[in-house]
């Protein structure tokens, strides 16, 4: 059982001793309180008092921030109702439950929480507060890292280690000496000389961020369930029945202050007056101190190592969840004081969340550009890390399997600075048992072809219908206008949906989602207040046709072919009814089908769309710069943009420098590719293999007759004598290689072909010419040796008459 657990009373009416701000206990609370704040303090005493068990045994249902928000409203309710602020309140009382699992120890002096600060603002108050008091103008103060791991009490007497204990309830915590023990960087004897006769060290035991990923690596390896955060691991790790756990891991302590302290005959080292002086004092002792506390005298100093921690919150080798200001004099400690649950010299500016709780809508599968299947989880809209998030990558069923979330669960989102965020795990204990599991689909949910793993054992689900399925077409489309590829502004991720796949939906954060269920339409209505979504007569989406059935017509688009394309999105301001009924996504969660690439929508009073007659500046421009930039972008970046695998900007500059043109490197044999520096043999078989595909020279053709680059700029200084002539080199020739030969012919802006036809003007005939010579006499085609090739080259069919052509033949 739980001592922590047990409930808090309600303060009757005959009760007195309510606590003062100061911790003392006041003679009586002769106001009356009323009947619903009693009742509001009663529920958050409980709810607070839950969740501290809960977070001790580190399986939280709340999220810090909600636990936050709670303890905050708790502390509120009792400033405006001082009766309320018994000493059993969680208000009074400090953190984690003991457990029976250890022996309890006491600790000499309280462990005390922190009060924290959620702004600057509050923070300066603090500070005005501070200052005042102690009637200074300016302080000293140390600017600590506020360490998120396990507060733990450390006993040495005589420099000894000998006892040591979790914080607890503030006055007993878990007696943990052998697994601290275990922490490499923990001295069992102090270093040095001038030890108290006793002192209680305090400060973070913590799970080094690098660490905890290699022990859930290991973990998730051994098939066990991976801690939630290090915070969670450090707690877990401390609290092992048998030390030898606690030792194979990698824990770490850090000091930030002390408890008890008793000095010998010899009296305290001069320094000891101050935050600064004692860490000195520990240093020299062997005891870890953060590296990163500063001696500050101003808050405008406090404030700009705050942005700093900020900033670099994810350099430090620990978690950080703010930053921790203390007065650094001890006097003006004293002087300060504490309430019974946090000194008023010290404050804790806590960062924003990086963990928080949303639920888990639905989880939906998206094709890639590969064909990849990836589910990933639609969520709640939530704050996190500063902004908005309602989407996060599942990865694969098997992931969706080990993370074991449910569709309906209260799960827990991470999203730690830039990093994409994360579903880290279920809230299990939040269930009610309408959750339920994700089914990985059997079909592609875009084309509805029979998903398939690419080869056997992978663990990712591929659909196999790349020419058609709208899904990865519009992918593909999207990776042909950006930024890498031929960075065409207006051909983003939303409007490649449009021309390819329109019964998808943005989210807010630009992510696309496909045509949302009804249920889903009507959660994001919720909020609303009466205007409807903007759909057809019926009710139902407007239908709409994808413009493109493959990206080979991308460049042939005219304003016609856009008339009557929408992008499904978020209402915008611009988008507003006039009625004024129509307000932001964030107010109403309106989807209005935004008239992109025709023009801005009008609305009648009614709702409807009025769908303006002539095309809008967006069709004009967005035409006009598929057009220039086809034309006018390099090669390589029109490798890029057919998608080819492994072909990335790397490999597609050296292949058109090398190979100067799209022929060119369709008909280089794999051998010449793989020779290219930077393509090798992986990428040389994708570009054969991609080439072997008919629709994808159909998209070369219609690319390079609506005017895409096809060839290096043109080299002047070679004269185009072969423009419009098919030449087959056949044999092996003297000054040239099979495709120095086939270069030298595109060049000059000729074809290069690989077997004889009635089509071919010239057979270039070698050494050892087989079959192709044999197949030339037979359709009468002109042959040439090589010195005929040479001046086929240098001047054209006109340097090389029939009658020089029949002489070669014999
Ligand atoms: N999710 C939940 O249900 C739940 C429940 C209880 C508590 N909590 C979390 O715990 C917090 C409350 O716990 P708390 O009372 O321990 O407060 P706290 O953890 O916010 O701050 C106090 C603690 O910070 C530690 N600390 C780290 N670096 C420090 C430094 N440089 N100097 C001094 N102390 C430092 C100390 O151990 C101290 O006890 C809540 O704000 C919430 O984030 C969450
Ligand atoms: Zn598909």
């Not at 022996?103 to 923070?123: I, T, W």
């Not at 305090?202 to 801690?227: D, H, Q, T």
């Not at 990698?250 to 930030?256: R, T």
């Not at 005891?287 to 700093?308: F, G, N, W």
Request: with cysteine.
């Amino acid at each position: 059982m739980l001592e922590g657990t047990s409930r808090p009373r309600w303060p009757s009416t005959g009760d007195v001793g309510a606590v003062r701000d100061d911790g003392g206990v006041s003679e009586s609370s002769e106001q009356t309180i009323p009947s619903q704040a009693r009742q509001r303090w009663q529920e958050l005493a409980e709810r607070i008092t839950e969740a501290r068990a809960e977070y001790g045994r580190a399986q939280p249902t709340l999220s810090d921030a909600e636990y936050d928000a709670l303890f905050h409203e708790l502390v509120d309710l009792e400033a405006a109702h001082t009766g309320l602020r018994v000493p059993e309140s969680p208000s009074q009382t400090v953190g984690d439950p003991v457990t029976n699992d250890f022996p309890a120890v006491e600790h000499r002096r309280p462990m005390q929480s922190l009060e924290d600060v959620f702004s600057l603002e509050e923070l300066r108050e603090w500070a005005e507060r501070v200052h005042a008091e102690a009637g200074r103008t300016s302080l000293p103060m140390t600017c600590e890292l506020k360490v998120d791991g396990l507060a733990a009490n450390l006993t040495y007497e005589n420099g000894r280690l000998v006892q040591a204990a979790t914080r607890g309830n503030g006055r007993t915590g878990d007696g943990v000496l052998p697994n601290i023990r275990t922490i490499a960087n923990i001295p069992h004897r102090l270093q040095g000389e001038g030890h108290p006769a006793l002192i209680e060290i305090r400060g973070e035991v913590y799970f080094p961020v690098a660490a905890f990923e290699r022990l859930n690596a290991s973990l998730v390896e051994a098939g066990k369930a991976p801690f939630a955060n290090p915070r969670n691991s450090a707690a877990g790790s401390l609290r092992q029945k048998d030390p030898r756990v606690t030792a194979s891991r990698e824990l770490a302590f850090v000091a930030h202050g002390v408890g008890d302290v008793v000095w010998g005959p010899e009296g305290a080292p001069p320094e000891w007056t101050s935050m600064t002086g004692l860490f000195a004092a520990l240093d020299a002792w062997g005891v870890p101190i953060s590296p990163y506390t500063q001696q500050v005298s101003s808050m405008a100093e406090v404030e700009r190592l705050i942005a700093h921690h900020g900033e670099h919150r994810h350099d430090v080798e620990h978690e950080i969840d703010g930053v921790v200001v203390k007065v650094d004099d001890f006097a003006l400690q004293r002087q300060l004081g504490s309430t019974s649950r946090v000194p008023r010299w010290a404050v804790a500016y806590k960062f924003p969340p990086e963990e928080v709780n949303t639920t888990l809508l639905d989880i939906r599968v998206h094709v890639g550009r590969t064909g990849r299947v990836t589910p990933f989880g639609m969520m709640e809209p939530v704050l996190v890390a500063g902004s908005t998030v309602s989407l996060a990558t599942l990865h694969n069923a098997s992931e969706v399997k080990r993370k074991g979330v449910l569709i309906g669960d209260t799960v827990v989102l991470r999203k730690a600075g830039d990093v994409i965020p994360e579903i880290v795990a279920p809230v299990v204990d939040l269930r009610d048992g309408t959750e339920r599991e994700f089914v990985m689909p059997t079909e592609c949910p875009s084309c509805g072809s029979t998903l398939a793993p690419a080869k056997e054992g992978d663990v990712d689900l591929r659909c196999p219908n790349a020419r058609s399925c709208p899904s990865q077409l519009a992918e593909r489309v999207a990776h042909i206008g950006s930024r890498g590829a031929l960075d065409i502004e207006a051909l983003g991720e939303r409007a490649a949906i449009v021309l390819a796949e329109p019964d998808r939906v943005v989210d807010e954060s630009g992510v696309v989602l496909r045509l949302p269920s009804p249920e889903w339409i009507n959660r994001q209505k919720a909020a609303e207040s009466g205007a409807p979504v903007v759909f057809g007569d019926d009710g139902a989406p407007l239908p709409q046709e994808p413009v493109l059935s493959t990206e080979a017509e991308l460049f042939d688009l005219t304003p016609e072919r856009l008339k009557d394309t929408y992008i499904w999105a978020k209402d915008r301001d611009w988008v507003k009814g006039k009625d004024g009924a129509r307000g932001r996504w964030e107010e109403n969660g309106l989807l209005v089908p935004e008239l992109y690439f025709w023009s801005k929508p009008q609305f009648a009073p009614d709702g409807s769309i009025a769908k303006p007659s002539q095309p809008g500046d967006n069709t004009r421009k967005f035409l006009k710069e598929l057009r220039d930039k086809g034309a006018s972008q390099p090669l390589w970046r029109v490798l890029v943009a057919l998608s080819i695998r492994h072909v990335g900007p790397t490999a597609a500059r050296a292949l058109a420098t090398e190979l100067g043109s799209i022929d060119a490197i369709r008909v280089a044999d794999e051998e010449r590719l793989a020779a290219v520096d930077g393509v090798g043999p992986t990428i040389a078989a994708s570009l054969k293999a991609w080439f072997e595909e008919d629709w994808h020279l159909e998209i070369i053709e219609r690319w390079a007759a609506a005017g895409v680059r096809m060839a290096e700029e043109r080299d002047e200084s070679v004269a185009r004598t072969l423009e419009g002539l098919t030449v087959v080199v056949t044999g092996s020739l003297e000054g040239f290689t099979r495709d120095s030969a086939k270069e030298a012919i595109l060049i000059r802006g000729g074809k290069a072909a690989g077997s004889v036809s009635k089509k071919t003007d010239f057979v270039v005939v070698g050494d050892n010419a087989g079959s192709k010579e044999a197949k030339a006499r037979e359709l009468g085609r002109p042959i040439l040796d090589e010195n005929g090739f040479v001046a086929l080259l240098e001047g054209g069919p006109e340097a090389v008459t029939p009658a020089d052509a029949e002489e070669e033949q014999e």
